[in-house]
């Protein structure tokens, strides 16, 4: 299958400071990618959608401002997460799709797990 | 009602045999609808989707479809403890590429 490529696998930060997760598209162009949040021992909740070249479509009750996301190329979408707090620790995870697989499968990326102390 | 129901589990089977994992879904215009596996701190990985009513197999899964009971399941043959992971659920909204994920089943194979 294609290969979305997330980075960083997993980050420790201090309360306050901002976050930037990236989620790249290695061998398609991914037209549209998804953000999800995952705590533990439940499922995937999908934050946001962003399609290249426009702004993100977020879920109702995630704050826009607080999740900034940026999908400035067809290959590379950024999650920053702003002034980052506890309840913020959680397992970030895009997906993209693209021009592999047509336009209904989804491919993940590795995964974020992202720790605010 | 969740757009997408799943039992969360655990289901239990012995080794060797047949896991059957159930999912619902809500939007009646659904048109596609997959099965994710996702192992404790992972990401999902595919397993399958399935667009058409009926069965599709591949290898030791086979992934069934009814759209007038708004059904698709997923049968794992010849269970073994790798398979032991968190099954997803998912389906693509109508009209979009929005995909909605059940909660997930958790599958334990015994050996």
């Known amino acids: ?117 | 009602q969740k757009e997408v129901e799943q039992n969360s589990g655990p289901l239990s089977v012995p080794e060797g045999a047949i896991a059957s994992l159930n999912c619902t879904y809500s939007d009646r215009g659904s048109q596609s609808f997959f099965w994710y596996r996702q192992y404790s701190g992972k990401s999902p990985e595919l397993i399958m989707f399935i667009y058409s009513n009926g069965d599709k197999e591949d290898g030791r899964f086979t992934a069934q479809l009814n759209k007038a009971s708004q059904y698709v399941s997923l049968l794992i043959r010849d269970s073994q403890p790798s398979d032991s992971a968190t099954y997803l659920c998912a389906v693509k909204s109508t009209g979009g590429f929005k995909t909605i994920f059940g909660a997930g089943t958790r599958l334990f194979v015994k050996a």
């Open chain 1, 1 to 117: 299958g294609a290969v979305v490529s997330q980075h960083p696998s997993w980050v420790i930060c201090k309360s306050g400071t901002s976050v930037k997760i990236e989620c790249r598209s290695l061998d398609f162009q991914a037209t549209t990618m998804f953000w999800y949040r995952q705590f533990p021992k439940q499922s995937l909740m999908l934050m946001a959608t962003s399609n290249e070249g426009s702004k993100a479509t977020y879920e109702q009750g995630v704050e826009k401002d607080k999740f900034l996301i940026n999908h400035a190329s067809l290959t590379l979408s950024t999650l920053t997460v702003t002034s980052a707090h506890p309840e913020d620790s959680s397992f970030y995870i895009c997906s993209a799709v693209g021009d592999r697989g047509g336009d209904t499968e989804a491919f993940f990326g590795q995964g974020t797990r992202l720790t605010v102390v």
